[in-house]
């Protein structure tokens, strides 16, 4: 699975098996740049937080959720439109691209987030 600044990309083999638009951390919240194994996963799970300017969030059904790095996950969550960083530092999809994501990874999966 690689992820560029506002990219998913999910390959097998070289070839492109999953494209989609993605959001990323906002400054002061970013998502890490390098590559992890997926640690934890969860069809649906709770997160909480505050973002850098205080805003603070308890969302308790964030879905298709895969942890890659120090509470960071490539997960589904509704947003207007994606492109755009306005995560605190996860890696956000589309409801369909989550799905799909989330019947490729498994524990172990590597997950490469490139600028």
């Not at 690689?2 to 400054?27: E, Q, R």
């Not at 973002?51 to 298709?64: A, K, L, M, Q, S």
């Not at 956000?92 to 994501?101: D, G, I, V, W």
Request: hydrophobic share 40%.
């Amino acid at each position: 699975m690689l992820f560029g600044a506002l990219d998913f990309l999910a390959t097998n083999s070289g070839k492109w098996i999953l494209h989609s638009l993605t959001n990323t951390g906002v400054p002061g919240a970013n998502t890490p740049n390098g590559t992890w194994a997926v640690y934890a996963r969860f069809p649906s799970t709770r997160m909480t937080g505050c973002f850098p300017h205080g805003e603070c969030y308890n969302d308790p059904d964030v879905r298709f959720v895969n942890y890659f790095w120090d509470g960071r996950a490539v997960h589904y969550f509704p947003r207007l439109a994606y492109g755009f960083r306005q995560s605190n530092g996860c890696v956000e999809l589309p409801l369909k691209a989550a799905q799909r994501a989330y019947g490729m990874i498994h524990i172990g999966t590597p997950v490469t987030v490139m600028p």
